[in-house]
């Protein structure tokens, strides 16, 4: 039988326009307390973005630039010390909460899985070690698809078929499987009840890059073809040039440019964006290639104003008193500095 | 040739585990050679995937790991002779290591400096302070840092990029001939990436040291190595100038990898983002 007949009825929302995914102004903090002293280490601090539907939409950064928070924010994933201080996630198919934080457990067990799933970097940490694949597949997705366990254990083998992988995997322990399957028998279970929403934080990051590009090619078949929207966070630029529709570029816990992904490598106007992209190294180019100067600003204290300043080389008088705002230069492409998009007025 | 600052000749390596009724060879590196010219600094990088037997090879040119097969020697000191504390420290003032990652290579708790101090205190006889901070200063200029801006700080102070600029310095105060990077950069955050690999590129043409640089990174590879190896599965694949092997790659294995590096070029030429993978619609077809 067909995977199509094992999915369950539709119980998505009729509206299918508009975007799956909107965030406003998104503040998410770590606080640490000190003597009586609260300090504030701003990770997420103002972020808005929208996913549209059927797109996979990437987010770029160093290490500390905070992606990781702003993926655990959205999954609802908060526990102190972190918190969120503002704004609001909405997702199209949990409206009126403002964010699955704020949603109350009945909601979030309906929505988890069934609407939201998880491709995570370490498939170790999602793979209970102790229990065989077929029962961690029985875990996460039996309760949201409908019909007998027979009909159940098909559609498994049948999905797990579109990522190339043998039926006999469901009777291994995870550590039986070497990375690459263990990675694609996660991305299996993160998909198998056709999501619309899919978060990928780093799903490719430990592998090797033979095995890479394959499981990039299975993340994006499988998207395609069950039309689902993922949010792909990776720092490696050459990964988003393969598989992101468009690109939203995060520094110190801003972001600060978003644009379709060939108009991010074609054009970039940021200054921190043009530096990513013309910092990568080519087979077949001996163009000499600089690093920035200066390090990533501590997120506890970070510079006034434009959080780039500091080692801009465009830098203004205005950047260091004033955030820039992120402003459209031209459709769909987003930047926030002042001297790429004309906002020096006040 | 007596010339050769680091010989390589036929070495091997088998990992025995299991007991003594069922014990399993696995065989991480086999009979690879190669030689380096003391008179010709290089960027030597070694290539393969999680599993190529890049890291032993690298912990056997340290002297970590004791091949099974085979012989090393650097600058005419043949590994297996080195016993004894003054074997090993005249062996370390040839050879210094740089770790992958940064923030696990320093005590957490220990500030820098000290570090850097006791490093050079322990390779040279030098008793006056003042004496070992011109040292180690000098050392860190070499780097792009310097003493002041190092003083007195924790490891976490630092950024990834400046912590590995620091480990680079902590090489060179022993005045070594030979550093072994074993993926140098790739816990390093991308804006601070290249520099740390031009820095790689300074202290071959300006100190003349050689430089073994393991890595999984085709592209950086290209950018600084004069010759590379490709391992699989312990084995040298291939070999050569690095231009030419990775330009036009003759193995199978080689154009495997070659093939699989993502470039930034495919987006800006706006062509198709990707192509999901085939398998999907032959299985459909299929079903």
New interface residues.
Partial sequence: MSVEAAAPADTRPPDRSGPILSVTDLRAHFRTTHFGVNRYVRAVDGISFDVKRGEIYGLAGESSSGKTTLVKTIAGAIKPPLEVVGGTIDFAFLPGYGGLHRAPPTEVARIRWRHLSYIMQGSMNVLNPVRRLRQSFVDFARPHIAGTAKEFETAVIGHLARVRLEPSVLAAYPHELSGGMRQRATIALATICRPDFIIADEPTTALDVVVQKDVLGMIHGIQREIGSSVLFVTHDMGVHAHIADRLGIMYAGRLVEEATTPEIFKNPLHPYTRHLISSLPRIGDDVPRGGLEGAPPSLADPPPGCRFHPRCPLAMEICSRRVPDMIETKPAHRVACFAVNGSTEP | MSAALLEVSHVGKIFTRGGLFSSRRIVAVDDVSFQIDAARPEIFTVIG??GSGKTTLSRMILNIERPTSGALSVDGLDLTTVRTNAGRMAFMHKVQPIFQNPFEAFNPLKQLDRYLFMTRRRFHAEADQATIEVAVDEALRNVGLSLKEVRRRYPHE?????LQRVAIARALLSNPKLIVADEPVSMV??????????LFKALRDDLGLSIIYVT?D???A??ISDRIIIMQKGKVVESGDARAV??APQHPYSR???????????????GP????????RE??AS?
């Fill in positions: 995937e999680s630092l950024s990834g990029g400046q955050d991308a804006s601070l990436r290249m520099s740390i690999v031009n999984h085709l592209a950086t290209y950018y990775l330009n495997q990898l070659r093939a699989a590096v993502l470039l930034p070029g495919v987006a800006a030429a706006g983002v990707s192509q999901p993978a085939n398998v999907f299985f459909n079903e």
